[in-house]
């Protein structure tokens, strides 16, 4: 759209001398800072489950989990090696932790998301309660907040990460701290904040004083049970299905600040419309097999796999059983921003 004016020698001569005082001509660039429509670098990409969970108990004999202090495989986009980003401002991981593990407590600026893969349990504490973590459960870790995790069971358990690393690093916004504790205590009974917050009511005198969502637990009953009866009631999106966002009860946003977590079902023979959106999305299959087409790029799914879409890449999802997707982008802060768009592709 911006085309590079010509180049002369004279014109070569200016950019070396000015770039003695770290200077450089907007016109020699403009056309690739300012461009028509979204080019992310991302590419679209896939990991089977099948083909890398050996990796994750390999690591789990490796290392433990208190030298490690989180042991993760992170799962990064082909073209971004090296960033530790699976998009351009998300973060994604595998996290596995052994029977008789714990994973000290600790806390940072960046915002957690974890999504139960395998194994039952493990627990993960947040702000004095802990969880039990089971299969397709999303549950947060807020900015901020004392985390730790623990595996009193008897089986390995795997959930994914999803951070806002690379959004907080682009900001400069990184603080962390140990508590200087294995765990944080305990003052909650588990449940407590999901019967107090997650019930389509609030504490009387209760006042939000953060921008994250007080409920931290969202488990996968309630969420499957309300996209099967929403699937049945009908109508589908033409391109999505069913999908529904999480959100924070006191505000009706996201339910953390940076990231937008999104689970939706594709009823069986579901061939979806192709859809472009700003946000690149990380997708976790719950259950269910089918197909994603990104770009030019189709990838066959069944349950744990993941896959990442970029940015303004055409997105249509086919389903050959009833399939459940969990997913997570950086929508909020685009909508915060006016920025997000979507278009039919
Ligand atoms: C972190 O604190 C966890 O608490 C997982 O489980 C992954 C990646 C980068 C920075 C902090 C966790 C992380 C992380």
Request: charged share 20%.
């Amino acid at each position: 759209m911006f085309d590079k004016p010509t180049s002369t020698n004279e014109r070569q001569g200016f950019y070396a001398r000015i770039d003695q005082h770290d200077m450089t001509p907007l016109w020699e660039v403009l056309g690739s800072l300012v461009i028509p429509q979204p080019n992310s670098p991302c590419v679209a990409a896939q990991w089977h489950y099948d083909a890398i969970r050996d990796y994750l108990l390999e690591a789990g004999r490796l290392i433990t989990a208190k030298e490690a202090e989180r042991r993760v495989l992170i799962l990064e986009n082909p073209a971004l090696r090296g960033q530790s980003a699976i998009t351009h401002t998300m973060y994604c991981g595998l996290q596995v932790i052994m029977p008789g593990e714990v994973a000290p407590s600790h806390r940072h600026t960046q915002s957690a998301l974890r999504f139960v893969i395998e194994g039952e349990g493990a627990y993960t504490a947040v702000n004095g309660e802990r969880v039990t973590m089971r299969r397709g459960d999303f549950i947060i870790t807020p900015s901020w907040t004392w985390h730790d995790h623990g595996n009193p069971g008897e089986e390995p358990v795997i959930w994914m990460d999803g951070l806002d690393i690379p959004l907080i690093r682009m900001l400069d916004a990184s603080f962390a701290e140990r508590l200087g504790e294995e765990t944080q205590p305990v003052t909650q009974p588990e449940g407590d904040a999901l019967t107090r917050y997650g019930n389509n009511m609030l504490p009387v005198d209760w006042e939000p004083t953060t921008k994250t969502s007080p409920v931290f637990h969202y488990p996968y009953d309630r969420s499957r049970e309300a996209l099967d009866k929403l699937a049945r009631s009908g109508p589908l999106h033409p391109a999505h299905g069913v999908k529904m966002q999480f959100i924070n009860p006191a505000s009706g946003g996201s339910v953390i600040p940076t990231m937008g977590t999104f689970m939706q079902l594709l009823p069986k023979g579901f061939k979806g419309n192709g859809e472009r959106v700003t946000d690149g999305t990380i997708y976790n299959v719950v259950e269910g097999r089918g197909r994603t087409t990104i770009g030019e790029r189709t990838f066959d799914w069944g349950p744990r796999d993941i896959f990442v879409a970029p940015s303004w890449l055409p997105v249509s999802h086919e389903a050959d059983d009833d399939a459940v997707l969990f997913s997570y982008s950086d929508r909020p802060v685009q909508k915060a921003l006016g920025l997000w768009r979507s278009a039919p592709a």
